[in-house]
T-cell receptor, first 113, second 122 residues
């Protein structure tokens, strides 16, 4: 069990640029979740995959956000035309379908200047 | 929709003493899970303890225990013999029970409270 891995740990970008984050879940976990956490707040759900299928998207996920999980393994979260309000920690988590325990990665801290 | 409320933004405790963090929630679901997660300065979310709503017995994990009051929708965390390494942000979280074989779209989705910053002083 190598844990959930997220890259990069930190990303600084200029407003209007596109950014992409990667999450590698625990290998036997078929469910993968993305959350966003702003400073001093609890994480908020963004989207969820079961294998390669994206089954739910939060209304927080605007048209500028897209997530994929090709082949049901790693996942990417892309933000197009970044805005300062996108500055946050983006957390990835994974779990087995038969277990309620979510395992979180260390997150990607995005700063939009 | 579910809501989770943590009314204590910050708490502090002396090393070796006991502290209780409060959490209340609101839901119309009858079967669900409740969790406490710890987030130290490294920002890694670590599961501390979980409770299944249909179990009346309060969960315990070493120095951590909960007081689950289903009727009152209350779920507090007690940390005994506090250690310096317990210093972190603590989040209470709710998960609807969707059934292990259910394809329910919300199953596994956590709703978090606002968090409580706990500082353990030497």
């Amino acid at each position: 069990d190598t844990g959930v891995s997220q890259n990069p740990r930190h990303k600084i970008t200029k407003r209007g640029q596109n950014v992409t984050f990667r999450c590698d879940p625990i290998s036997e976990h078929n469910r993968l979740y993305w959350y966003r956490q702003t400073l001093g707040q609890g994480p908020e759900f963004l989207t969820y995959f079961q294998n390669e299928a994206q089954l739910e998207k939060s209304r927080l996920l605007s048209d500028r956000f897209s997530a994929e999980r090709p082949k049901g393994s790693f996942s990417t979260l892309e933000i197009q035309r970044t805005e300062q309000g996108d500055s946050a920690m983006y957390l990835c988590a994974s779990k087995k379908a038969t277990n309620e325990k979510l395992f979180f990665g260390s997150g990607t801290q995005l700063s939009v200047l | 929709a579910q809501t989770v409320t943590q009314s204590q933004p910050e708490m502090s405790v002396q090393e070796a003493e006991t502290v209780t963090l409060s959490c209340t929630y609101d839901t119309s679901e009858s079967n669900y899970y409740l969790f406490w997660y710890k987030q130290p300065p490294s920002r890694q979310m670590i599961l501390v303890i979980r409770q299944e709503a249909y179990k009346q017995q309060n969960a315990t994990e070493n120095r951590f225990s909960v007081n689950f009051q289903k009727a009152a929708k209350s779920f507090s965390l007690k940390i005994s013999d506090s250690q310096l390494g317990d210093t972190a942000m603590y989040f209470c979280a709710f998960m609807k029970h969707g059934g292990h074989n259910a394809g329910g779209t919300s199953y596994g989705k956590l709703t978090f409270g606002q968090g409580t910053i706990l500082t353990v002083h030497p």
